[in-house]
């Protein structure tokens, strides 16, 4: 079953303003100290990901780039530093390097956080030793140091703004008794899936279920055993779909699904399915199938199916002497089900 599909968010759009900041200031390192090629990388988690770079860095695999940020990763000054390349990134460095180009040189600075740990590293390529040049720009270097580090440091809140916006939407969405759609969840997912099907023009279908004896389990067994059943339902309906369809608890004892990529034959399936597998953990519950062809559109096909779902449930009496049982516990109804 599928939870949600949220379009990209905060993390996803700093991302790429980050990356587009980031490149834009390794220009300006370039005027103040011209080199072969500058790069800047951000550490996830353990690992570093190259997020911009410029000259002959822009013809290595990122890669490679990732392994150059990892080298000599031990905590650098707040100033710039340079060095010689080892003879392991003169090998990584080779095809970029010009042919008998002799010694090459690092210029390396780290980025801190607020809390003076390295979130980032910048690296840049020349074929001269650059200790004369770097010391006579070392001040504007420093200030590009500091804004690219609180370009990262932005690019950081914003992500846990995005994650912390995301638990919330699916706080909002999800019940919490169930673990599946709740009612504003599902109306968000049945919105989602029409955008989609007015670009593909794929149908859809959609299952109404209503559980029938949930009333006379609360009545009789306690509300904790109708919980229970509620769960064992949800729990049912979720694995019996496929990972592109969904499921939501629409009211007290009322479940939808929407299935994606539908049709006629495939839906009756799996509604046959739904129908088996509630059978096997002996939830008793009544099911109405619409295809979103029949009806127009899903809030339609929504309609019809709970209409047919009802005619069914109608149909259905209520159990002799109130005896009703649910999973593997007996159950004693009384009085009209749900």
């Known amino acids: 079953m599928s939870v949600m599909e949220e379009p990209p968010g905060f993390k996803a759009r700093a991302n790429v303003l980050a990356g587009e900041a980031l490149a834009a200031q390794l220009n300006i390192l370039q005027l103040f100290l011209p080199l072969d090629g500058w790069l800047v990388g951000w550490r996830d988690g353990d690992a570093w990901d190259t997020v911009a770079a410029r000259g002959l860095f822009a013809d290595i695999p990122e890669a490679s780039l990732a392994a150059l940020l990892e ?3 031990q905590p650098l000054d707040d100033s710039f530093q340079w060095r010689e390349l080892t003879e392991s990134e003169s090998q990584l460095l080779a095809p970029c390097l010009p042919q008998n180009s002799g010694a090459a040189y690092l210029v390396l600075a780290a980025l ?4 003076d740990r390295i979130t ?6 020349s074929g001269q030793p650059p200790g004369s040049r770097l010391s006579l720009c ?14 990262l440091a932005l690019q950081a809140e914003l992500g846990v703004a995005d994650q912390l916006v995301i638990e919330m939407q699916r706080d909002a969405f999800i019940d919490p008794l169930t673990g599946v759609f709740n009612r504003a969840g599902w ?3 049945l919105a989602y899936i029409d955008a989609v099907l007015a670009r593909t023009q ?3 279908a959609i299952i109404m279920l209503d559980l029938d004896f949930l009333k006379a389990v609360n009545d009789t067994c306690g509300h904790s055993a109708g919980d ?11 694995s019996t779909l496929r990972s592109s369809d969904s499921v939501g608890r629409l009211g007290g004892d009322e479940f939808g699904v929407v299935v994606q990529n539908a049709t006629p034959v495939g839906a009756a399936v799996l509604l046959s ?18 295809l979103k062809s029949e009806s127009g559109s899903l809030k339609q096909a929504m309609q019809l199916a709970d209409e047919r779902m009802y005619v069914e449930k109608r149909k259905k009496p209520i159990p002799a002497g109130g005896r009703h049982r649910f999973g593997p516990a007996p159950f004693f109804a009384g009085g009209d089900p749900a």
């Open 120 to 125: 980032g590293r910048i690296c840049g390529l």
């Open 71 to 73: 080298a000599g990763a």
């Open 187 to 189: 109306i968000n997912r």
């Open 228 to 238: 229970d059943l509620l769960r064992l339902a949800a729990q049912t309906i979720s």
């Open 138 to 151: 070392i001040g504007k270097l420093q200030l590009c140091q500091a804004a690219m580090a609180a370009t």
């Open 202 to 204: 794929e149908d859809a």
């Open 273 to 290: 399915r739904l129908r088996q597998a509630l059978s096997r953990v002996g939830v008793s519950i009544s099911l109405g199938l619409a």
């Open 112 to 115: 801190r956080d607020a809390e």
